[in-house]
């Protein structure tokens, strides 16, 4: 977050300055930018996600101590042995449920809170980085100089929810309480297309934020080929070049991978690691 931070610094020094430099490396993919806010708008849903799970378990604590009362109360005063054993059997059964289902609030917490945790960072990382090209390519009138569009346009996005990132401002939980197995499958980010995300034809020569320098103020980077640059939470690998056409984005392979559902070996990758969380949380049964 703090690499994409100080880009974003430097871009708007450049800027001021008037030493930015001439666009002669492409731009990024729009469509593939909107891929990654649709996967950060999901993974943003932990918390409603945990939330609906949470009030499905409290619920059953409430009618399962309620059933329990109500069966101690008819046992003690049932006319019968029978039917007092019958009521005092009811009632045990309702208590047993209670405490599955309190367990069963105790094991969500943790894994509630990993999602919720992975998820929100991942998705906060993908919708920095997207507003950054966002901010750095959009106006209303043509332009030739822009970092995300189409192949002959910059986006047309003239704020972060229109590229279906969630919105920074808004801070509410959203009304859809359950991932969109579509986006988060048990195959992998099911929608996402890997490989190359930039840009083809007018638009291979729109932007610098992917041309290399020799350590100049004119240039974003400070080496001809950086090296083991990623953006959007892991998702995206950068090698960034001064030769034009030499430079590359690729947006990571995690369509598929996944041994049983999860991706294995995920530890130090985020985008891995909030798949798997998520589907932990998602995979979480409130049966009880």
Same mark, same amino acid.
């Given at each position: 977050m703090s690499?994409m !931070?100080?880009? !974003?610094?430097?871009?708007l020094?450049?800027a001021?300055? =008037?030493?930015? #430099?001439a666009a002669t490396h492409?731009?990024?993919?729009d /469509?593939a930018?909107t891929?990654?806010?649709e996967i =950060?708008t ?7 996600? #945990?939330l ?6 409290t619920?059953?604590?409430? %009618?399962a101590r309620a059933?329990?009362? $109500? ?9 019968g042995?029978?039917?007092?054993? $019958? @009521?005092?059997?009811i009632?045990l059964a309702?208590? &047993? ?6 367990q069963?609030i105790?094991? $969500?917490?943790?894994?509630?809170a990993?999602?919720?945790?992975t998820g929100?960072k ?10 950054l090209l966002r901010?750095t390519s959009y106006?209303s009138?043509? #332009?030739s100089n822009?970092?995300?569009?189409t ?5 047309? %996005?003239s704020? $972060?929810? +229109?590229l279906?990132?969630p919105s920074f401002?808004d801070?509410?939980?959203p009304?859809d309480?359950a991932?969109d197995?579509?986006?988060i499958?048990?195959?992998?980010f099911?929608?996402l297309?890997?490989g ?6 007018a638009? %291979? ?5 992917l041309k290399? =320098? ?7 980077? !400070? &080496?001809?080929q950086?090296r083991g640059?990623k953006i ?6 950068l090698a960034?070049h +001064?030769?034009?056409?030499s ?5 990571a392979?995690l369509? /598929?991978?996944?041994?049983? =559902?999860?991706f294995?070996a995920?530890?130090g990758? #985020?985008a891995?690691t909030?798949f798997n969380?998520a589907r932990?949380l998602?995979? @979480? /049964?409130?049966?009880n």
């Amino acid at each position: 977050m703090s690499a994409m !931070r100080a880009a !974003r610094l430097v871009l708007l020094l450049l800027a001021a300055e =008037g030493k930015k #430099a001439a666009a002669t490396h492409a731009a990024f993919k729009d /469509s593939a930018i909107t891929q990654l806010c649709e996967i =950060g708008t999901n993974l943003a849903k932990a918390p409603a996600v #945990a939330l609906a799970k949470y009030k499905v378990l409290t619920g059953a604590t409430t %009618a399962a101590r309620a059933a329990e009362m $109500l069966s101690n109360q008819a046992a003690a005063s049932a006319a019968g042995e029978n039917t007092s054993t $019958l @009521f005092k059997a009811i009632a045990l059964a309702a208590s &047993e449920c209670g405490a599955k289902a309190t367990q069963a609030i105790q094991t $969500l917490g943790p894994i509630a809170a990993t999602a919720a945790l992975t998820g929100g960072k991942v998705a906060g990382g993908i919708s920095e980085m997207a507003e950054l090209l966002r901010q750095t390519s959009y106006k209303s009138s043509a #332009a030739s100089n822009y970092c995300l569009g189409t192949h002959t346009a910059p986006t047309h %996005a003239s704020k $972060l929810s +229109e590229l279906g990132c969630p919105s920074f401002e808004d801070i509410t939980l959203p009304d859809d309480v359950a991932y969109d197995d579509t986006v988060i499958s048990a195959t992998g980010f099911e929608k996402l297309i890997p490989g190359s995300i930039k840009q083809t034809g007018a638009a %291979a020569t729109k932007c610098v934020f992917l041309k290399g =320098g020799a350590d100049t103020s004119s240039v974003l980077w !400070r &080496e001809n080929q950086p090296r083991g640059i990623k953006i959007m939470a892991g998702f995206v690998d950068l090698a960034p070049h +001064e030769t034009a056409n030499s430079e590359a984005a690729t947006m990571a392979t995690l369509n /598929s991978g996944t041994t049983n =559902g999860w991706f294995p070996a995920a530890t130090g990758n #985020a985008a891995k690691t909030a798949f798997n969380t998520a589907r932990e949380l998602n995979e @979480f /049964s409130t049966d009880n």
